[in-house]
């Protein structure tokens, strides 16, 4: 079995007042726009932490004024080394311009957050939202 080498990354629950800042953006394994949390990889030399406040701020263009780790789990263990942080983004603010890369089609939405968890269409997100309602 070939296994998918991935680096840690990071997904973001980022409260606006009762919505949650949501992304809308093409997948190359997904046939239509997914919709998810804002997410992506920890780059080497970067904490999860660290990789959150850009995360956040490149698909968003938002900074927080609170981040906090509510969980952690292993994406699809079955064939990927992939290790999720979920923080939780609280007292955001606008910060730079969205920066996102080259292949990157971002649009950014606010959904009510008792909604989040049924508008969502991948599995990150779900579990990441499912961390946070754990909490609150």
Known sequence: MDLVEHPPSVAIVAIDGDDIVLVRQTRPGADERTLEVPSGKVEPGEAPHEAAVRELAEECGLTATALQEVGTFWAVPAYSTEFVHVYEATGLQPGAPVALDEDEDVEVE???????????????????????????
Request: no cysteine; proline share 0%; hydrophobic share 60%.
């Open 110 to 136: 606010r959904v009510a957050g008792k909604l989040a968890f049924d508008l969502v269409s991948d599995a990150v997100s779900l579990a990441a939202i499912a961390l946070w309602q754990q909490r609150t």
